[in-house]
């Protein structure tokens, strides 16, 4: 990585932070200037008087706390914010020297790149191939060199040219959005968490291409939570912090990799029983069993999922307990969702069964595709109460605040307030839930389904779009709720920060079986 | 490697498009409901010939419940049930004649229009209107396999809530996104900005033949009834 420093102090509001890299020429690349933004007349301001120089030829990290708004900064140098008309915003951001004042997006995303979070929304085409060519059929490119970029983009991130979009899992589809924004070859690339939902093999690829893209003199801002995973790729790493930026402050345990730094030791609480070294996961693994009489939960029995002509999930036999916090790993597409939806319900096997603790069967082989199964009962006609964080938490919120979306599963207000606190949500009880942050949103996601007192807990990807020391947290609640109540839960991740501290099993899936127990 | 690769049956997209007028005008012109029938059969066939028995079931779902739902709108309001059945019909004209279009891949039709050097503007319209197609079906199985893991409870009003809130939300998202996911890739209204062509469209012998199968179809359904009644 050379010898990247951070220099400049951040002061007050309004101070000023640059990045300079030893091996690059200073040449600014990025300069935003007193920059304030917010969300509509009469609302906080998200940023506040930020000013923030990058250089040119730069990998920079941006971090921060979910809602700190990070993502807003991103759409403000994109230069979409000026032509968003609910967007309250004052200051300047230049690219190159060359004010975005009085220019069209298309003309700033001749030079800014920008993929999004929500990759199956960007997709705008049937294929991989598609998907890539299309941009640069936009800027002229021609026929033989867009074929060149294709093979060369879908080869660098491990996807099939004349693969379906549509039928790609999360993680293949975030691959997809970066590889098209990649192959436009501009000199500005922003990604707005890029590794939200990869596993690590796929968080190394993606970052390894921006690394070389910056090496090349591209310059790449990265917005990201998963920052013991980027920080070794960066030249720097900046946090947004109050609405500006500052040096990065994050604990420097959380940076090291493969550890963690215990929730405990943070709180204060039970301080004497650990240890100032930050623990392993397999020492976490040995505390996390429970011991004593445990009750049934329940049991698949050589379940085989079938869609789109090829197997998806084949497991032979699992069984769960209450207590137990199983932790899913696996590649992009490994059947990691597939397995979360089999037991939550909402997907029926092709083959095999799955029963309760008692042994009656709950759900058993379906030989009709799953599409039309729609007058099937849900979860809870199984009898076991079953929640699911989904990946995409805007799936499972519907009401007009964030508290009537907790007493919706549960009327004891009490209880409700208390989870909130606990997830750090309780300030914003009385907003809108559908406008908080994504990390927010998928914070309270976790807080509804722990206030409706499940006996089965399905996390899809619960670390995604949180900062360290919420992931932290929000394990830990987990883990209380374990601790309390007869339930079992299981966790699809690619992020295994806090996930390994809670975990009492591991199952790493590939092409849809178990590989490793 | 090859998962989930695309194997639709592609037709050239301006085949896709005048098969989908034809049909139309063909539906506008004859009013016997015998001689649509036949129609519609005859190109049922041909479209299932041509590989588009999964996209035919898939927008049949669509199509049919909607045109069940205004057919009986209509007689509920009108009192006529006669009309109903010929919305039904309509309906199911419009099903044959739009599955050849959301076949054809969305970059297709641009590539086309680019071609033909034709306003950008007409091939952003049909680029967001067919993904919006294909995302809005997807979203809609994706809320209500999710409402399926909610918690009971509620009346029917409840229950409708929980579904149309994250559909609507969905729906806004996605539209923002989408929207700035073309401004991001450069593609820009004005059509002196050169875009150049990754794959041309090109017409194939088995586009012109669909083409003439569907004129049969139409000389069929226009004339078996006369021959049937003398």
């Known amino acids: 990585m050379g010898e990247a420093w951070v220099s400049g102090m951040g002061d007050g509001g309004g101070g000023v932070v640059s990045g300079v890299v030893s091996h690059t020429a200073a040449v600014a690349a990025l300069t935003v200037r007193h920059l304030w933004c917010a969300y509509g007349d009469g609302e906080p301001w998200v940023i506040k008087d930020c000013s923030w120089t990058v250089p040119a030829g730069s990998l920079t990290v941006l971090a921060g706390a979910s809602g700190s708004g990070k993502s807003t900064l991103l759409s403000c140098i994109a230069g979409l914010a000026a032509h968003e008309p609910t967007m309250r915003w004052r200051g300047d951001v230049l690219v190159d020297g060359v004010s975005h004042t009085g220019r069209s997006v298309c003309e700033i995303a001749q030079t800014v790149g920008f993929v999004q979070q929500n990759p199956e929304a960007q997709i705008l085409n049937a294929t991989v191939e598609d998907e890539i060519a299309f941009g640069c059929e936009n800027l002229a490119v021609p026929a033989q060199e867009i074929e060149r970029r294709v093979r060369t983009y879908s080869a660098m991130f491990h996807l099939d040219p004349t693969a379906a979009a549509a039928r790609l899992s999360g993680g293949q589809q975030e691959r997809v959005c970066c590889a098209a924004a990649l192959a436009m070859d501009r000199p500005m690339l ?125 497991i032979d036999r699992l069984e769960l307990h209450d207590g137990d916090a199983l932790m899913l790993l696996g590649e992009n597409g490994a059947g990691k969702s597939t397995l979360l939806s089999v037991m939550a319900g909402v997907l029926h096997p092709s083959a095999g069964r799955c029963l309760d603790g008692r042994g009656r069967i709950i759900r058993r082989a379906s030989a009709r595709a799953e599409g039309f199964r729609l007058w099937r009962l849900g979860a809870s006609s199984s009898g076991l109460r079953t929640a699911y964080l989904w990946q995409n938490p805007d799936y499972q919120l519907f009401t007009a605040s964030v508290i009537a979306e907790m007493l919706a599963r549960n009327a004891d207000r009490e209880a409700c307030m208390a989870v909130l606190e606990e997830m750090g949500l309780a300030g914003l009880a009385s907003g809108y839930p559908l406008a908080l942050s994504e990390g927010q949103k998928r914070r309270l996601a976790l807080a509804t389904c722990l206030v409706s007192c499940p006996q089965l807990l399905l996390l899809d990807e619960p670390a995604a779009g949180q900062d360290e020391d919420r992931v932290s947290d929000d394990m830990e609640a987990v883990r209380r709720y374990l601790d309390t109540h007869e339930c079992a839960c299981v966790m699809a991740t690619h992020d295994l920060r806090g996930a390994e501290r809670i975990a009492n099993g591991t199952l790493v899936m590939r092409q849809g079986r178990v590989s490793r127990r | 490697m090859n998962r989930g690769a695309v194997v639709l049956a592609v037709l050239h997209p301006g085949v896709a498009m005048a098969s989908a007028i034809a049909a139309f005008v063909f539906f506008l012109i004859c009013g016997d409901p015998w001689r649509l029938g036949v129609f519609m059969g005859l190109l049922c066939l041909v479209e299932c010939g041509y590989g588009m028995t999964v996209p035919l079931l898939r927008t049949m779902m669509v199509f049919v419940p909607a045109g069940v739902v205004m057919a009986l709108s209509t007689a509920w309001i009108t009192g006529d049930m006669a009309s109903a059945g010929m919305i039904v019909v309509r309906f199911a004209t419009l099903w044959l004649s739009a599955t050849p279009l959301v076949c054809v891949p969305e970059l297709a039709f641009v590539r086309m229009l680019n071609q033909m050097r034709a306003p950008r503007t007409v091939a952003l319209i049909i680029l967001i209107a067919l993904r919006s197609m294909h995302l809005l079906a997807a979203q809609m199985h994706m809320v209500y396999t999710a409402w399926r893991t909610v918690p009971r409870g509620g009346g029917r009003g409840v229950k409708l809530v929980r579904i149309a809130v994250p559909l609507m939300n969905r729906v806004m998202v996605i539209s923002t996104c989408m929207a700035v996911s073309v401004e991001m890739r450069c593609f820009s209204l004005d059509s002196r900005v050169p875009a150049s062509v990754y794959h041309p469209v090109a017409l194939h012998r088995r586009d012109v033949a669909f083409l003439v199968l569907l004129a049969l179809a139409m000389v069929v359904a226009v004339t078996l009834p006369w021959v049937r009644h003398g």
């Open chain 1, 190 to 314: 922003l990604l707005d968490e890029p590794l939200a939902s990869l596993d690590r093999e796929g968080a190394a690829t993606v970052m390894g291409a921006l690394r070389r893209l910056a090496d090349a003199g591209r310059t790449i801002i990265v917005c990201e939570h998963r920052i013991r995973e980027v920080e070794p790729y960066a030249d720097h790493t900046v946090e947004l912090i109050d609405g500006g930026i500052r040096p990065c402050t994050l604990h420097p345990c959380t940076l090291r990799p493969g550890t963690l730094m215990p929730y405990a030791q943070r709180s204060g609480s039970h301080a004497g029983a650990v240890s100032d070294d930050c623990p392993r996961p397999e020492e976490h693994h040995s505390e996390n069993i429970r011991t004593g009489v445990r009750v049934p939960l329940p049991r698949m029995d050589g379940v085989r999922v079938r869609r789109h002509g090829r197997t998806t999930l084949d």
